[in-house]
């Protein structure tokens, strides 16, 4: 699918784009490959080891329009990962948030349009459902703007999905290297926020291997959930610092107890295939799509009644052994 293709990614410098192009080098054969993102010093030290002549290195910002329309210009497929997404931070400087995860995504979507883009995926986070913080609403927002931009393209072939999953086994941000840290400084104990909390989990390469599928998948308009295990934070405490003892310090500004990927209020519109669910549009972009059916023939069906994918109530989680296996 992107054998002598032209593939951009924003936010490219980021642990999930890394991985995406080490991935797309050892699978395919693009013609061309664009890292969008800020920091030129990331940017350089990434082109030390990714330095194959199909890479690019592109110097700019989610909120420069104009900078996004020059380097998206012959670009078949946009994945879309730059986001501001520590939760705490977002809380404090709110507009800086909105600025790029609402204004940035809207640029995007205009400039993927301009330039005939072929597929757009966004990334969006399990804070997006349900949001209590600033940043999943942000999100939520860019998510809506994605789903959205189907129906103003009209007749144009740019198509655009979003792909929703919980916390990166190491990611940055991750409280992995957090708790690694403290370890290293000689902790006596491991601040834990509460003792019931919950997230989603999962390793970095199935979260994009599963981006890469989305794409052979997608039709434009859905909202793709991948079905991944659950972790308990104590669980993962113990699992990286065993014996070590836990300190509760409370639940940090804009933080949840769990996070959730399909809210219950949507059930009437999620799909269960085998291995994800979808999310179908809330509105009608004028034409036809048997979202049951993707494009490569696996068929969904409606979720019972009152469904919700909570971190909480998942049947599957993840042993302290089965943790340590991830870290």
């Known amino acids: 699918m992107f054998n002598n293709k032209n593939i951009l ?20 054969s693009p013609r061309k490959v664009i890292v969008f993102s800020r920091d030129e010093l990331k940017q350089f030290e990434m082109s030390q080891t990714y330095n ?11 909120r420069d329009e104009a900078r996004l ?26 507009m800086e948030c909105i600025k790029t995860n609402i204004n940035g995504a ?12 072929k597929q757009v995926i966004a990334l969006s986070t399990d804070k997006a459902a349900n949001p209590i913080n600033l940043y999943g609403a942000t999100k939520l927002a860019s998510d809506k703007l994605f789903v959205a931009a189907n129906n103003i393209v ?13 916390n990166v086994v190491g990611s940055r941000g991750s409280v992995v290297p957090f708790f690694k840290k403290l370890i290293a400084a000689g902790a006596k104990e491991i601040p834990i926020t509460h003792p019931a909390m919950t997230r989603f989990w999962l390793p970095l390469q199935q979260g994009v291997d599963f981006v890469f599928k989305s794409f052979e998948r997608m039709q434009g308009g859905e909202i793709f959930v991948p079905k991944i295990p659950s972790m308990r934070v104590t669980d993962l405490a113990e699992a990286i610092a065993p014996g070590i003892p836990q300190t509760i310090i409370g639940i940090r500004p804009g933080e949840k107890l769990h996070e959730i990927m399909c ?13 994800h669910y979808v999310i179908k ?19 969904g069906k409606l979720v019972p009644e009152n469904f919700e ?13 089965e943790l340590r296996g991830l870290e």
Do not use: W
Request: aromatic residues 14%; proline residues 4%.
């Open 106 to 117: 809207q640029n995007v979507i205009n400039a993927a349009i301009v330039c005939k883009v």
């Open 309 to 321: 994918y909570n971190s909480g109530t998942n049947e599957h989680f993840l042993t302290v052994e």
């Open 9 to 28: 990614i924003t936010g490219g410098t980021g642990s999930f784009g890394k991985e995406f192009i080490r991935t797309l080098l050892k699978k395919y």
């Open 52 to 62: 194959q002549d199909c890479m690019r290195y592109f110097i700019g910002d989610v």
């Open 281 to 299: 549009p809330t509105i009608n972009f004028g034409r036809e799509i048997n979202y049951e059916i993707n494009k490569l023939g696996e068929q």
């Open 154 to 166: 009209g007749d144009r072939p740019t198509r655009f999905a979003v792909v929703r999953y919980g």
């Open 263 to 275: 809210p219950l209020d949507a059930y009437y519109l999620t799909l269960e295939f085998h291995d």
């Open 69 to 94: 329309k020059q380097a998206m210009y012959g670009i078949d497929y946009v994945v879309h990962a730059a986001a501001l997404k520590q939760v705490p931070a977002a809380e404090y400087n709110p």
